[in-house]
């Protein structure tokens, strides 16, 4: 008797929570087909970066769902998850870092849809050999995405240098040229002092670009990520204010190259590769670029150019 009863306890209790189970399944399926109606308004999907989902491998957790902070990008339908607003993603990668299987990667929009963005190579180079881009102007918003891009991009134009100056001696030229000194800039600065580069950076405006002028207090970092020269951030999460103290304490350490109020208006590409500078009208100094190393970020008139060429960038 007393088995029958424990038997009927535990299939009420196992009926309680399957049924609370399907309840909300259901909530969640009609959000997620509510977000889908919602997307079908726009035509456009992503234009950048973006999660791409591999259903042999996607369990249906719905992890990726719950950690975005941009909403509904991706939704549960079908017992797997789908991109139902693809515009609203601007790349924070959390989706494909939660995935428990890993059936989550991160690819480039199709070049239709990043029509107006400049074409680069997995590298970040334009058509024009060792002419960079990163950042924003990439078609890959957020800090993180700046941060990793420039330091990536300095390493390979320290791995290219050595071949590049083979045979020639130029003591004017530089390694490499960084437009903007934002959290791109200032991380390709820093990789190009650990990799002992000859560079300058400059910028138009102030050390740390539109991170400076960023309301007070306001969240700038939400997952781990690592600066050259002070390595992986402690903290998951980081506020203006953090991320200013932390570059201010590094400048302290090293001989940061950077020159403020410095426009580029253009920059040409000579016979022997070598880049020079363009300053602004009204402005006589030229600087010879590195030993044909340049990278553009902020979006100054070389950038404004670059925007506007999907397939090749002139230089």
């Given at each position: 008797m007393n088995n029958l009863v424990g038997l009927v306890i535990a299939v009420i209790v196992t009926l309680f929570f399957v049924r609370r189970y399907l309840k909300e399944q259901k909530l969640r399926e009609a959000r997620a087909h509510e977000a889908a109606k919602k997307g079908t308004l726009r035509s456009d999907g992503p234009?950048?970066?973006?999660?791409?989902?591999?259903?042999?491998?996607?369990?249906?957790?719905?992890?990726?769902?719950?950690v975005c902070p941009e909403g509904d990008v991706l939704a549960m339908l079908g017992g797997q998850a789908v991109i139902v607003n693809g515009y609203k993603c601007i790349g924070h990668s959390l989706c494909a870092e939660?995935?428990?299987?890993?059936?989550?990667?991160?690819?480039?929009?199709?070049?239709?849809?990043?029509?107006?963005?400049p074409q680069l190579s997995s590298e970040f180079e334009t058509s024009v050999p060792n002419l960079f881009i990163v950042g924003e102007l990439g078609g890959l918003a957020l800090i993180k995405n700046a941060i990793n891009q420039g330091r990536d991009c300095a390493d390979t134009i320290a791995a290219r240098i050595?071949?590049?100056?083979?045979?020639k001696s130029s003591a004017d030229v530089l390694d490499a040229l960084i437009v903007g000194a934002g959290p791109g800039g200032i991380s390709a600065s820093l990789r190009a002092i650990e990799r002992k580069l000859k560079y300058l950076t400059v910028d138009e405006g102030e050390f740390g670009g539109t991170v400076a002028k960023y309301p007070r207090q306001k969240l700038v970092l939400t997952s781990p990520v690592e600066l050259p020269i002070y390595g992986k951030f402690k903290k998951t999460e980081l506020s203006k204010e953090d991320l200013l103290a932390i570059w201010s304490e590094i400048l302290g350490k090293v001989d940061f190259k950077f020159r403020k109020g410095e426009k580029v208006d253009d920059i040409k590409k000579g016979e022997d590769g070598v880049f020079t500078v363009i300053p602004p009208k009204g402005n006589t100094g030229r600087t010879r670029l590195s030993s044909r190393s340049a990278?553009?970020?902020?979006?100054?008139?070389?950038?404004?150019?670059?925007?506007?060429?999907?397939?090749?960038?002139t230089a």
């Open positions: 234009q950048s970066q973006h999660p791409h989902i591999d259903t042999q491998y996607c369990i249906g957790c719905a992890t990726c769902t719950t939660a995935c428990p299987v890993g059936a989550i990667t991160m690819v480039m929009a199709s070049p239709s849809m990043g029509a107006n963005l050595p071949g590049l100056r083979k045979g990278r553009v970020e902020s979006p100054v008139s070389l950038a404004s150019r670059a925007r506007n060429c999907r397939r090749s960038c």
